[in-house]
């Protein structure tokens, strides 16, 4: 089935970065929109970033514009999200998901597949 598996999660200072990943498989990756959406303990899951099919268009929370980039390789079947100048409020669960429709969506209901997620945790 359909796999999306996600890395490059881990605990890093205030100011610092990294490197999310998200490998797929068994998915036509370059016809599918990928989106990152986190969810910390006792929020609700939220959209991050998304980017089109052929990597030409990204949308940003506007809580990460700025901070966070977004990019695609369907070479690799791959979604990366760069974290810059993290703070403790990026603390959370990272998710990737893939999704069929033409265009970005910030609504978790509307992707198809979802990663198992990685955490991420600023310290202050």
């Known amino acids: 089935q359909v796999q999306l598996v996600e890395s490059g999660g881990g605990l890093v200072q205030a100011g610092g970065s990294l490197r999310l990943a998200c490998a797929t498989s068994r998915l036509t990756f370059s016809r599918y929109v990928m989106g990152w959406f986190r969810q910390a303990p006792g929020k609700e899951r939220e959209f991050v970033s998304g980017i089109s099919r052929t990597g030409g268009t990204t949308l940003y929370a506007n809580s990460v514009k700025g901070r966070f980039t977004i990019s695609r390789d369907n070479n690799k079947n791959t979604v990366y999200l760069q974290m810059n100048i993290l703070n403790p409020e990026d603390t959370a669960v990272y998710y990737c998901?893939?999704?069929?429709?033409?265009?970005?969506?910030?609504?978790?209901?509307?992707?198809?597949?979802w990663g198992q997620g990685t955490q991420v945790t600023v310290s202050s």
């Open positions: 998901a893939a999704d069929s429709l033409l265009y970005i969506s910030i609504v978790a209901d509307e992707y198809d597949y």
